[in-house]
């Protein structure tokens, strides 16, 4: 099994972090899931030697836990959330609209491996519904019309430059250097 | 036998009666005490709880006491009021308190069962006539007495792999799976083999083991004894026969020391499979798989099914008469076994005295596995101590018999089941030496003896073992021997009656118990064939303790002097 | 709807997170005063702080509702094991996205709080478990902990005393079940989150590697060091008796402007956050069901009354509007404020379909240790199901019924109430909307798909 130098010392100081080897075993799987795209047999037996435990103990944890994978997605994976908040503003039209548009059916990775849909439970962003992400930008509002349009944005390569669509990670504020607001705006107390 | 600690007892209300229980206990083997069952499919007493079938949810409550004052708190009738914990507890991983109160029969409890009961059996297949475990199915068992008694599901049922092969002696049907995760605690727990897991989660959980690996150590088998329902089986045993036809009888497993309780189950003289017996004691509720598979050398191809003199088939009373020719007023040279039974040994001893022979003895030893199968790969080496056989520790071959051979010592052998040549005896020392000999399957020895006596498997005849940890142990016969073959204790009986002028020992256990009770300085001196019969027996071992005994530590056995290197 | 003004939010946990001039960096924080009451508590002892936290009366925001402070007292503090704290950053209730507001924009004030926690209850290592679907939230706690670190706030030695907690991120991987604190315990010893026995197995006592836990939400968390600033009395004074602080409840479904709100506690009605807060409903719609705390939480049909006496002795008779937001108020109306994710639903819903859709959910996400959750869960599933796909039969809503009062208290942990829950008020509340699927199981053209 071939990891990078990179991720070999990452999970090498991940290791030490834990009072017990055990415990970074979801942590590891996910490290190497980042690189290699899921967790074949060989890897589980990587995994579990590394961490002293028994091939099982990995693979019931990769079964078990539905952002593990034994198989890739495809390039870009799509998730739409199908739980109550989301569907009562139309999840489920929107997940039609990207399986018509993109061309696979959810749960499945299109023939030439480049897109996969997965239809999964809340994404803890039910204001905002429906909600779909994009690898890992979450788009909101994305009604079966939009959800149209962001597949054509996908599809293009344009998705991440978007202005009309910004994902709520995009749209956090994450500068180090703001000063203070002047004491006269109207504050949100 | 299921031990009873003693420990302090604890007063707790069961059903509305007061009865006592040993403290630390829990209520489901409370209750069993006192007679009730708790239904339970996850709960095992040798295993760690995992409390997830939900089967045993009883009533629990404590008298109440007020919060300040400590004093309890009576009802108008003076009764003090329980307070009733609000949601049904499992019983397997509550354990008794002085003063508890528990209801097991109660409209709640009842109900409880019906619900767990019906939503086992929503997904489970409709298996029962083609599956293994019908007639000791836990599943069956409980649902005619818990359970509702028709379905209300209309639904389909979830479909996983069947007729798996999980191992090579194990088959795993999913579907029929409960998830108990009774055999996986085992499986960490006892063999410390951590093989077994559950994939996917849950209704679609599926038990497996990681592609490549396989359940195949040597308490595989145990697995298919702990599972409640018919997911996993034994390959072995699969459709061969429905377990209500079977009888069973109790025994001892004869492959090691370790002395592991049994049941030998037959049908119509035909064997058809060997199953653990708990002790607490000695075995918990576990055996290895290769002493299972010991059944199969009653009818293997070797049995040697009638006498000989001179390999020319013979009646047995003519190759008795010839052998008592052949021994009488000879210096014989005995050689004994370790697999015989404590009365075997014994009679065996009393020929030798008689007749001033010489005894040799040898050992079977192989490696400990520090569980149930231990280095002593024979059941009775310590009887043949106890009988007075042999006074030192049998060493692992018999050279010392073919150096009294060479040095013409001996004229003739009474050889007991035991290969000569295989035990280093140089064959040049056996020319010319008359050999009598007493086995059950064809060896080097037994193709060179002069008369050749068929004897009984232990499953074709009832006997005493002593195991490592000196606790005498009896087994029971579970199917007749072959037609013509007299039993061990006859045919040595016969042999003694006619070497020695002496009183005549009666070939059957009880006369042969009497005598040995008399031995003067037997540890036997105060216990019965009825004691041993009841319980095993714990003996006095203190007059061997220096002996070079080759176990190693293993489960419920320390050893108790240091093993030699 | 009432003729007060709009009631006001009151954010204290959510005072900077929207500001604009206002970053998850730790120089925003700062500059607002942060790590300012982690330095005061080191000046106090561990007991003082527990004290605090105790009388301010806080009830955990995770679901359960259970005061923190008595939480911490149940520590086994005498044992010699080492003692651990968790924060459950594994919001995953259907309807509530409060945590994710607080770690995406304001991180600090979670580090800050859980630093405090660990000081007063003398964890040896601190847990951040985040879930998995928080890609970037994980990422910016990390760098968050690592500019505290380096400023001496959190890990060895902080503030330069002999106290030192390690913090650790760890990602969960798409599991409803890690939000329970004993299967979160589990998925972090790393195997399958199966939530234990408790007896014997609680967090306080046997909790991580059996030794003894303090698993508390995100929430709950900030609340301690605004407890801090104040003082435990005066933060009791915010909200009601019993229902101390403010609570941060997510609105979504349909209504004008779903979204997150900061109110103390009691401080409106349900009806005042769907029409004032939240604008009301879509045009030319009208209330047909709110579901108050979460999909475990019981439904309430919008035409219900609720009547009886309050815990202070006084009559209550309200209609769904009246219910007060905090944690007694719902549970008077006989469902409970859960995670505060309030799901609204308009009479275009189909009840059955909706049912259905929470149905699946619980199946889906059932650890599959216990029987009656396991096949109890997706029984329902099926049925309601099959009562979508057009073979609703009559006696599908008594089975249904009879389904779920097998599962509630029967399992190990609260999923079994949580699955329960929906269809025993569903049936309860909807019978009519079952029955009606056996005559008309085809959806109605203003329905929106829901499964």
Redesign the interface.
């Known amino acids: 099994m071939n990891l990078s130098e990179e991720t070999i010392l990452k999970i090498d100081a991940l290791i030490p ?11 590891l ?2 490290l190497i899931q980042d690189e290699l795209g899921a967790i074949d ?1 060989e890897a ?1 037996e990587w995994i579990a030697d590394k ?1 002293e ?5 990995i ?3 990769i ?6 994978r034994e198989k890739p997605w495809g390039k870009k994976h799509i ?1 739409v959330c ?9 999840s ?2 929107t997940c039609q609209a990207l399986e018509k548009k993109l061309g696979v059916k959810e749960g499945h990775v299109r023939d030439d491996g480049e897109y996969s849909i997965e239809f ?10 429906p909600v779909v ?1 994009v690898d ?1 930008e979450t788009y909101e509002n994305v009604d079966s019309v939009k959800a149209g349009e962001l597949a054509d944005l996908l599809t293009s390569g344009t998705l991440e430059i978007s202005k009309k669509f910004v994902s ?2 995009n749209a ?10 002047p004491k006269s ?1 109207p504050s ?2 | 036998m299921i031990s009873k600690k003693n420990s302090k007892v604890v007063p707790i209300v069961l059903d509305g009666k007061e009865v006592e229980v040993p403290e630390g206990m829990n209520l489901v083997d409370a209750a069993a005490l006192h007679g009730k069952e708790i239904p339970h499919y996850c709960y095992h007493p040798q295993l760690s709880v995992a409390g997830n079938c939900r089967m045993c949810l009883i009533e629990m409550g404590t008298p109440m006491r007020n919060r300040e004052t400590g004093e309890a708190i009576l009802d108008d009738d003076g009764s003090p009021r329980i307070g009733w914990v609000p949601k049904p507890v499992i019983g397997c991983a509550t354990n008794v308190s002085p003063g508890m109160h528990v209801k097991t029969e109660s409209e709640k409890v009842l109900g409880c069962r019906e619900g767990v009961m019906e939503f086992l059996l929503v997904n489970h297949p409709l298996d029962c006539p083609i599956c293994d475990q019908a007639g000791e199915c836990r599943l069956q068992e409980f649902a005619t007495d818990y359970g509702r008694g028709y379905s209300r599901f209309v639904e389909r049922k979830n479909v996983k792999p069947k007729r798996t092969r999980l191992g090579p002696r194990v088959t795993l049907d999913d579907e029929r799976c409960i998830l108990c995760s009774r055999c996986i605690r085992f499986c960490q727990e006892v063999p410390k083999d951590d093989v077994l897991g559950f994939v996917d989660r849950g209704s679609f959980s599926t038990l497996t083991c990681f592609p490549g690996r396989e359940l195949d150590n040597n308490y595989s088998l145990n697995t298919v004894d702990l599972c409640p329902v018919g997911a996993l089986t034994s390959t072995d045993f699969r459709f061969k026969m429905r377990v209500w036809f079977l009888k069973d009888a109790d025994s001892i497993c004869p492959e090691s020391s370790a002395g592991c309780n049994t049941t030998v189950s037959s049908r119509e003289g035909e064997l058809y499979r060997i199953t653990p017996r708990r002790n607490d004691l000695v075995n918990d509720s576990w055996m290895p798989d290769s002493g299972r598979e010991l059944y199969k050398s009653v009818k293997s191809n070797n049995r040697i099914l009638s006498s000989r003199i001179d390999q020319n088939p013979c009646t047995a009373d003519e190759a008795i008469i010839e052998s008592i020719r052949l021994l009488e007023g000879k210096k014989i040279g005995i050689v004994g076994s370790c697999k015989s039974s404590l009365e075997e040994q014994f009679l065996l001893n009393q020929i030798s005295l008689k007749t001033n022979a010489v005894n040799f003895i040898r050992g079977h030893f192989e490696e400990d596995d520090g569980i149930l199968l231990s280095a002593d790969r024979t059941p009775n080496l310590r009887g043949a101590l106890i009988s007075g056989f042999t006074q030192n520790y049998p060493k692992d071959n018999l050279v010392s018999l073919s150096q009294a051979l060479d040095q013409n010592q001996l004229d003739v052998l009474l050889v007991i089941d035991e290969d000569l040549e295989a035990a280093q005896v140089d064959i040049a020392n056996l020319e010319g030496v008359p050999i009598v000999f007493i086995g059950t399957h064809t060896n080097s020895t037994s193709n060179r003896a002069s008369v050749v006596l068929p004897s009984l498997t232990t499953f074709e005849k009832s006997g005493t073992f002593v195991n490592r940890s000196f606790y005498a142990q009896v087994f029971r016969q579970a199917v007749p021997g072959p037609a013509g073959v007299l039993p061990d204790l006859s045919l040595l009986s016969r042999l003694h009656n006619g070497l020695t002028e002496d009183e005549e020992i009666s070939p059957d256990q009880n006369s042969v118990w009497k005598v040995m009770n008399n031995v003067s300085g037997s540890v036997l001196k105060e216990i019965s064939l009825t004691d041993v019969r009841k319980d095993a027996v714990l003996l006095d071992s203190s007059k061997w303790s220096d002996l070079p005994f080759v176990e190693s530590k293993a489960l419920h056995f320390e050893p108790a002097t240091k093993v030699e290197a | 709807m009432s003729n007060k003004s709009t009631p006001t939010e009151r954010r204290i946990i959510l005072k900077n997170a929207d500001d604009p001039n206002y970053s998850n960096k730790i120089s925003c924080y700062l500059r607002e005063g942060g790590y300012a009451m982690l330095k005061k508590s080191f000046k106090m002892k561990p007991e003082e702080i527990g004290a605090e936290v105790l009388k301010s009366g806080v009830r955990g925001r995770g679901g359960a509702g259970f005061p923190a402070g008595m939480k911490w007292k149940f520590l086994d503090r005498k044992s010699g094991k080492p003692i651990y704290l968790i924060c459950n950053a594994d919001e995953s209730e259907p309807g509530t996205f409060k945590d994710r507001q607080i770690i995406h924009k304001d991180p600090h004030q979670l580090i800050e709080g859980m630093m405090i926690a660990a000081y007063a209850i003398q964890a040896k290592q601190a847990f951040i478990y985040i879930r998995a679907e928080f890609f970037e939230g994980a990422r910016i706690l990390e760098s968050a902990i690592d500019e505290a670190k380096a400023k001496g706030f959190c890990g060895d030695k902080i503030l330069g005393s002999d106290f030192s907690c390690d913090l650790v991120v760890h990602r969960g991987a798409g599991a409803y079940i890690c939000g329970e604190e004993t299967g979160l315990i589990e998925s972090l010893e790393g195997k399958r989150p199966n939530p234990r026995i408790k007896p014997p197995y609680f967090p306080a006592v046997l909790g991580l590697y059996q030794c003894p836990t303090i698993v508390n939400n995100v929430e709950t968390l900030c609340n301690v060091k605004h407890i801090m600033e104040i003082g435990g009395d005066e933060f009791a004074k915010i909200g009601k008796p019993n229902n101390t602080g403010t609570r941060i409840w997510c609105v979504s479904g349909h209504v004008k402007k779903p979204g997150y709100y900061e109110f103390e506690c009691g401080a409106l009605t349900m009806g005042e956050m769907i029409y004032d807060v939240c604008g009301g409903l879509l045009p030319g719609r009208s209330l047909q069901a709110v579901i108050p705390g979460g999909s475990s939480s019981k439904i309430l049909r919008a035409d219900e009354r609720f009547s009886g006496k309050l815990k202070d002795g006084t009559d209550f008779d309200w209609g769904v509007e009246d219910i007060p937001l905090d944690f007694d108020g719902p549970m008077a109306a006989g469902t409970m404020s859960g995670s505060g994710g309030i799901i609204v639903m308009d009479d275009t819903v189909d009840m059955v379909e909706a049912m259905a859709n929470i149905n699946a959910f619980y199946a889906h996400e059932s650890c599959g240790q216990c029987t009656p959750c396991r096949e109890g869960s997706l029984w329902m599933r099926k049925i309601t199901q099959r009562m979508c796909d057009g073979g609703a039969r009559e006696e599908d809503a008594d089975l249904l019924l009879s389904v779920a009062n097998q599962i509630e208290g029967r399992t190990i942990c609260a999923f079994g109430e949580a699955a329960a829950w929906p269809t025993q008020s569903f049936i309860a509340k909807f019978r009519d909307r079952f029955e009606d699927k056996v005559k008309n199981p085809e959806r109605k053209k203003s329905s929106l798909q829901l499964i």
């Open positions: 972090k834990y009072p017990e080897k055990r415990s970074a075993a979801l942590m799987i996910h047999l589980c961490l435990l028994q091939p099982i103990n693979q019931e944890l079964t078990f836990y539905p952002m593990l998730r199908r739980t109550l908040p989301c569907a009562l503003r139309g489920y039209a999964m439970e809340c994404l803890a962003d039910c204001g905002e519904g992400m890992e709520y990670e956090l504020i994450q500068d180090s250097n703001l000063e203070a607001a705006k949100t107390k």
